[in-house]
Every structure is written in C-alpha cells, then in structure tokens.
T-cell receptor, first 113, second 114 residues
Framework: AQSVAQPEDQVNVAEGNPLTVKCTYS??????LFWYVQYPNRGLQFLLK??????LVKGSYGFEAEFNKSQTSFHLKKPSALVSDSALYFC???????????FGTGTRLQVTL | NAGVTQTPKFRILKIGQSMTLQCAQD?????MYWYRQDPGMGLKLIYY???????DKGEVPNGYNVSRSTTEDFPLRLELAAPSQTSVYFC?????????????FGAGTRLSVL
C-alpha cells in the first residue's frame, strides 16, 4: 500500500524568508512524487514532480523539492516566500505498480508581511 | 482553453434526493477521476476511468455511481443523498495515467446535504 504524510497542518513564514513544507511517503517500489497547490475556492494545480533523475526538482513559481530516498521524504522549498504563496499544499505519491495517486492531508502555508 | 469543467459550482440537496455532478474535459485525456475533499482529510478518490466504457472504484465509492460513455465526459451520480456526502467534489483528468503524467483539476462542486 502507498501512503503519504504531511506532518504540519499549517506553516507560518514571513515574506522574504525561506519556506519548507514537509512530506514523507511510503511505497513498495520507486516512488513517483508530486506537489500540488490549491488556492481558495479553486481546484488543485500542479507544481512539480519527481519521477527519476536529479534529486532536486524545480517547479512553478520558484518552488523546488528535494527527493531523499533514505529518509523517504520529498519536502517542498522556496528560498524567499511571497504573500501570494499563501495557499494549501498537497503532496502526492504513486507506486509504479498502482494506478492511482494518494494525496496527503494538506499543509496550509501562511506568508505574512 | 477550458481544461476541466465542473457543473454546478454549488448545490444544496435534501436527504434522499439524487443529483448528477457533471465533468467535462477538452484535452483528449484518457484518464478521469472523481475526488471528494473534506476538511483535514485531503482528497479521497471516489471513482476513476481509464477510458470510455471503463470505470473502477476508488477508496470511497459507496453511495456514488459513474459512467464514461465518451472520452470527454465523466458524470458522478448520487442516488440517495446523505449528510455524509456533504463535501467538495473535484474532477480531474490526465493523459495515459497518473504515474508520470499530471492531473488537471476542475474548480470543484460544493455540495451540502441537509
């Protein structure tokens, strides 16, 4: 079975500071990992994905994520947060042998001035 | 570019009523999905389809039905609405499958069952 955990319900950060949103996963094989963002009253939007290759993945809006196989983590990062980054962030994982994504419970990012 | 379109955006149902949530995509994606989103619970997969005429259950299919007569449309049917079905429903689509391909989401349908 595949699962993903987002241990923080909310992350608060000041604008201009670096941000990290944590994600850990469990799958039986090599994982396919995704980050999505949800703005209020909107559907989820794709940010970035890791399938294979370089452990550091760059995505939309200046976000990046680092795949760490030994720690089974895929934390989302951004060097300098913006107020407009405030949203709900979802990590998702898929075992290559499965046919569906499993989403985490989401982390609300609040960026303040 | 319309992408994934869901209708209606909001709906209030009485217990026992039925309704169909509509979902259409214009990207010629073969895979389509229905999720529900409850506060603090993330997204739960209700049903999915890998192509016209093929559907399969997700994690929480009870109380719902789907059909996929065309590549573009994937309606979700609630036959006897219950308060437990109060949620936000999202439809998504992807090309070939979610393993390497991105899922595109609609804006959602907010359903209340009273």
């Amino acid at each position: 079975a595949q699962s993903v955990a987002q241990p923080e319900d909310q992350v608060n950060v000041a604008e201009g500071n670096p941000l990290t949103v944590k994600c850990t996963y469990s799958v039986s094989g090599n994982p396919y990992l995704f980050w999505y963002v949800q703005y209020p009253n909107r559907g989820l939007q794709f940010l970035l994905k890791y399938i294979t290759g370089d452990n550091l993945v760059k995505g939309s809006y200046g976000f990046e994520a680092e795949f760490n196989k030994s720690q089974t983590s895929f934390h989302l990062k951004k060097p300098s947060a913006l107020v407009s980054d405030s949203a709900l962030y979802f990590c998702a994982v898929r075992d290559p042998t499965a046919s569906k994504l499993t989403f985490g419970t989401g982390t609300r990012l609040q960026v303040t001035l | 570019n319309a992408g994934v379109t869901q209708t209606p955006k909001f709906r209030i149902l009485k217990i026992g009523q039925s309704m169909t949530l509509q979902c259409a995509q214009d990207m010629n994606h073969n895979y389509m999905y229905w999720y529900r989103q409850d506060p603090g619970m993330g997204l739960k997969l209700i049903y999915y389809s890998v192509g016209a005429g093929i559907t399969d259950k997700g994690e929480v299919p009870n109380g719902y039905n789907v059909s996929r007569s065309t590549t573009e449309d994937f309606p979700l049917r609630l036959e006897l609405a219950a308060p437990s079905q109060t949620s936000v429903y999202f439809c998504a689509s992807s090309l070939q499958g979610s393993s390497k391909n991105i899922q595109y989401f609609g804006a959602g349908t907010r359903l209340s069952v009273l």
